[in-house]
């Protein structure tokens, strides 16, 4: 079982736009995903979705994600929920489709299995009508990307039992997900109720020419997108009414629901020819950029605004980064000691990948990711010796004080990373560490790092000695590693030598 989530196999059917990105969310979230999609490429497609998810987490978090789980593609529904412990549907919007495959699905999964859909739409008593344990089945509505966006609808359906919903909720919880249980089942649920008002009321003023797509889709994301993102619409509305709050809003503004400005109960006729004026507008507006291409300068966008909202309200977080910086001490917490290593040899705590995220214009792992490795080398260290997040929070750590990094080859997409880990030296307060990187099979040395940690009290903002018990293990490494040879760059100093004085 993933330490990170209360499950630990999972099965999608359907790896579209939204299943290809449950796949994602699962098996970074350390969870076995068994895949069935007739597609023919939808092993292609899975793929560059998961290469895109793994660029996004590597920009958004640095905490220490579980290792990734195993995907499997299956020939068969049966096959696929033969062992899960959550099955996720995402087949196409239609009842019949869903109910047949769900009737397949509910037919061979293990009697304790979650059956989710990822309908955007249609009721769950509606699709557990054919069901023989219809109290498993719920609707967990999405947003795309799901690996990135943490809102999940849970609805359940006049079968579904409570067990059912609280279980879900757990799961989507433990895995950076905001399960949000919506009390009553009605077509569309909430959120795509509120984006249906605004898409055919935006189809209009195409229509009738009173802009063009970019227009519209500027006037959201340079004003009201960017407050909905952080606060949504009510808390919106109330700071809009001043220091008299939300009733002296709905007092001001109230009155213009009356006003014939809306055409929300007037559907447009989606034509051929509106429709031509629509795509024509969009491709005008992607400027060739591919489908790819605009996921990731999506997901890149999402990154910074989810971690700005993480450092808000004093570094305590808002919204979606509050729900981020939760996730991410629980993965530290879940992450706890490092495993117990060799000392007889540098340690060996840390063996990573070069992600898609690290790459530069030159396609090699850009220089300030050689520094990540080596931060989380320092970190793994310090969990062993005993400095781990309770150590933290009660108040005192090892800050690093000085760095001497030497780059030396580069690394490549995909390539392995490993880093092996000496201590120089190390008293009451400070720590004196070595870092070699290497890349590949055949281990490469890549890099170096040698750094001078200070062990501090962060309350007091002053140096101060590490605990007894953090002391005794650094201790017990550090006369071991008093037997190795000393790496003969270590102490070296960066510059060039001072020209001799003209004669």
Known sequence: MS??????????????????????????????????????????????????????????????????????????????????????????????????????????????????????????????????????????????????????????????????????????????????VIAREIEAFVGDRLLEALWREALWLIKDDICDVETLDDVIRYSFGLRWAQMGLFQTYRIAGGEAGMRHFLAQFGPCLQWPWTKLTDVVDLDEALVEKIGAQSDAQAGGLSIRELERIRDENLVGIVQALKAGQGGEGWGAGRLLKAFEQRLWAQAGAAPAADTAAPLELVQTRVSPAWIDYNGHMTEHRYLQVFGDATDALLRLIGVDLAYVEAGHSYYTVETHLRHLDEAKLGEVLTCTTQILGADEKRLHVFHRLCAGPERREIATGEHMLLHVDSKAGRACPAAAPVRAALDVLAQAHAALDRPIVAGRSVGLKAPAPAA
């Not at 449950?22 to 999609?37: E, M, P, S, Y």
């Not at 219809?134 to 947003?143: D, I, K, N, Q, T």
Request: glycine content about 10%; some cysteine.
């Open 3 to 180: 330490a990170l989530s209360p499950i630990s196999r999972a099965a999608c059917i359907g790896g579209g736009v939204i299943g290809g990105g449950w796949i994602a969310r699962f098996l970074l979230a350390g969870i076995d995903v068994k895949v069935f999609d007739p597609h023919p490429d939808a092993q292609r497609i899975v793929a560059e979705v998961l290469a895109n998810a793994e660029r996004a987490y590597g920009l958004l978090t640095g905490a220490p994600l579980p290792k990734r789980g195993a995907l499997t593609f299956c020939a068969s529904v049966a096959e696929t929920v033969a062992d899960a412990q959550w099955v996720q549907e995402s087949v196409p919007e239609r009842l019949d489709l869903k109910r047949r495959v769900l009737a397949e699905i509910d037919a061979a999964a293990p009697a304790d299995a979650l059956i989710g859909s990822s309908t955007s739409g249609l009721k769950p008593t509606d699709l557990q009508a054919e069901l023989t344990h219809p109290g498993r089945l719920f609707v967990a509505h999405p947003y795309n990307p799901v690996y990135l966006l943490p809102l999940v609808e849970i609805v359940g359906g006049a079968a579904t039992t409570p067990e059912t919903v609280a279980r879900a909720k757990a799961v989507l919880d433990a895995i950076g997900m905001k399960g949000v």
